[in-house]
Antibody
Framework: QLQLQESGPGLVKPSETLSLTCTVS????????CSWIRQSAGKGLEWIGH???????RYKPSLQSRVAMSVDTSNNRFSLKLSAVTAADTAIYYC???????????????????????????WGTGTTVTVSS | DIQMTQSPSTLSASVGDRVTIACRAS??????LAWYQQKPGKAPKLLIY???SLESGVPSRFSGSGSETEFTLTISSLQPDDFATYYC????????FGPGTKVDIK
């Protein structure tokens, strides 16, 4: 049974970089999308972005300048880095497997358009990160 | 950004009740909507994807409907294990969640 577990420092100082790891067990991460989501009292659930084991990634536009995701396939791990944190980044951080749906549309002049959609089907237990000096 | 709203924010119900939660998107998202259940101290759990597809292992008393901007999650007969907070999520353009609907005991 696939399980995901987040880990990392529970306390980060303002302006520093938050670094978290998501370790996957019970299955291979080959051809696997990992999403990062956070939950705070102020903003509710917020999608941060996702990364594929190939290295392709997509970030929430408003966080893009501060976010970096990476993958370590040899150790079944994904990582999240969020730079220049403030108190607003205090939250429970989750990693989750993202399931992909592909829609193919035929173009009028030939060829196909591919559209990709992702939702989260298996979640980690979450880790609390507090930003405070 | 696509904004998601839910109503009501809190719903008081009894075991056996039929419960309906509404979710609205600020623009059309076709049917790219998921529903999650979250209990205190736990991660969200996927219930429904693509507006009406029931996730494997989820009881059939849960159902989803809707398209474009209006969606509904229905619990046909509320069970004790169903008291929780429910979130909708659009995944048409990036992803965003609704603010949640808490279902508590009347």
């Amino acid at each position: 049974q696939l399980q995901l577990q987040e880990s990392g420092p529970g306390l980060v100082k303002p302006s520093e970089t938050l670094s978290l790891t998501c370790t996957v067990s019970g299955g291979s991460i080959t051809n696997y999308y990992c999403s990062w989501i956070r939950q705070s009292a102020g903003k509710g659930l917020e999608w941060i972005g996702h990364i594929h084991t190939s290295g392709s990634m997509r970030y929430k536009p408003s966080l893009q300048s501060r976010v970096a995701m990476s993958v370590d396939t040899s150790n079944n791990r994904f990582s999240l880095k969020l730079s220049a944190v403030t108190a607003a980044d205090t939250a429970i951080y989750y990693c989750a497997r993202a399931r992909e749906e592909i829609v193919v549309e035929s173009a009028a002049l030939g060829g196909d358009y591919y559209y990709y959609f992702y939702y989260m089907d298996v979640w980690g237990t979450g880790t609390t990160v507090t930003v405070s000096s | 950004d696509i904004q998601m709203t839910q109503s009501p924010s809190t719903l008081s119900a009894s075991v056996g009740d039929r419960v309906t939660i509404a979710c609205r998107a600020s623009q059309s998202i076709s049917r790219w909507l998921a529903w999650y259940q979250q209990k205190p101290g736990k991660a969200p759990k996927l219930l429904i994807y693509k507006a009406s597809s029931l996730e494997s292992g989820v009881p059939s008393r849960f159902s989803g409907s809707g398209s474009e901007t209006e969606f509904t999650l229905t619990i046909s007969s509320l069970q004790p294990d169903d008291f929780a907070t429910y979130y909708c999520q659009q995944y048409y353009s990036f992803s965003s969640f609704g603010p949640g609907t808490k279902v508590d005991i009347k």
